[in-house]
């Protein structure tokens, strides 16, 4: 088994509760950590036997693309949408933050962050 990580992936997106949240928009970050048996493309290096972390890639910013109220809805999309597309995939983590969340003070971030197993999707 091996880890891959996605850190810091930055987009501009629509989530949020408030009216201004899903017109103005704002910057999210996301980290995944994907949980995968590495053993065939370590020997094999070869691709198509990998867990393509250009198409984990992909995949998060399509659900980034949506929009959605809650960091838990986003997080939980992610993850659904990485255990169907990765048969190889056997743990996921996706820590969602909103930059400067309009909190009424100074904030650097809020976060969401959810795990799942194979077995939990």
Request: glycine share 4%; charged share 25%; proline share 3%.
């Amino acid at each position: 088994m091996g880890l891959i990580h996605l850190d810091d992936m930055e987009f501009y997106a629509y989530h949020g509760c408030f009216k201004e949240e899903q017109t103005a928009g704002n910057w999210f970050f996301v980290n995944l950590t994907l949980d995968t048996d590495m053993t065939k493309p370590s020997m094999s290096d070869n691709i198509s036997d990998a867990l393509n972390y250009q198409v984990a890639y992909q995949l998060v910013k399509t659900e980034m693309a949506v929009p959605s109220h809650l960091l838990e809805h986003v997080a939980e999309r992610i993850l659904k949408s990485l255990f169907a597309r990765f048969e190889q995939l056997e743990r996921a983590s996706v820590k969602v933050s909103k930059m400067n969340p309009p909190m009424g003070g100074r904030m650097k971030s809020v976060s969401v962050e959810i795990s799942k197993t194979k077995n939990e999707r």
